[in-house]
């Protein structure tokens, strides 16, 4: 597609229930990679995928959030048990590559995600 | 470890005026990548800028121009005549050999430009 898109937009959900977040990359990207925004946090890098390699999960918060890409595209975020400390808008990204020079971001508008 | 510090949290100008934000990061990794990128209200990240640190030349596009100094490890944003859409939330990010794409932001600053 022309950008990166992200599902849903909005998303409001109860303490303990989990929750899927999904990412569209652009066409020809073979970086992806989920940050997370928060008041008290800024921008957080989460997760990084390039290709086939195992992807960097270095900056997973717990173990209730897990991602993956199927097919080298569409990329799902999942949080489980979702705490009141997970509502942020979660961001997804995509690059060319993730190698030097080629490491320019492009955004999606997030999915504003809280936790009641 | 890598830091961007962006001391300033928001400013605020009067149409016309320029406006220069401050972004200053630690490395140390020889190789590097600097970037800006906008945030207005609509909340999607907006990319301005890369720059290389082995590239020192000061960049001008438009209204925005960029001053990166190695030695005093700083990469500073200057909005000229500021306009009432530059209104918005603005990052310095930096990246290295660790992984290029993974960006280590700053806390961004605030630009609010009134008529």
């Known amino acids: 597609g022309a950008g990166v898109s992200q599902s849903p937009s909005n998303k409001v959900t109860e303490k303990g229930k989990d929750v899927e977040l999904r990412c569209d990359p652009i066409?020809?990207?073979?970086?992806l990679y989920w940050y997370r925004q928060s008041l008290g946090q800024g921008l957080e890098f989460l997760i990084y995928?390039?290709?086939?390699?195992?992807?960097?999960k270095s900056g997973l918060p717990s173990d209730r959030f897990s991602a993956e890409r199927t097919g080298g595209s569409v990329s799902t975020l999942t949080i489980q048990r979702t705490q009141q400390e997970d509502s942020a808008v979660y961001l997804c990204?995509?690059?060319?590559?993730?190698?030097?020079?080629?490491?320019?971001?492009?955004f999606g508008a997030g999915s504003r995600l809280t936790v009641l | 470890a890598q830091k961007v510090t962006q001391a300033q949290t928001e400013i605020s100008v009067v149409e016309k005026e320029d406006v220069t934000l401050d972004c200053v990061y630690e490395t140390r990794d020889t190789t590097y990548y600097l970037f800006w990128y906008k945030q207005p209200p609509s909340g999607e990240l907006v990319f301005l800028i890369r720059?290389?640190?082995?590239?020192?030349q000061n960049e001008i596009s438009g209204r925005y121009s960029w001053n990166f100094q190695k030695s005093t490890s700083s990469f500073n944003f200057t909005i000229t005549a500021s306009q009432v859409v530059d209104s918005a939330v603005y990052f310095c990010?930096?990246?290295?050999?660790?992984?290029?794409?993974?960006?280590?932001f700053g806390a961004g600053t605030q630009v609010v430009v009134t008529p």
């Open positions: 720059r290389n640190s082995f590239d020192e």
């Open positions: 066409s020809g990207h073979t970086a």
């Open positions: 990010a930096l990246s290295g050999k660790d992984s290029w794409g993974k960006l280590q």
């Open positions: 990204a995509s690059s060319l590559s993730g190698g030097a020079g080629a490491n320019v971001l492009t």
């Open positions: 995928f390039q290709g086939n390699s195992a992807p960097d």
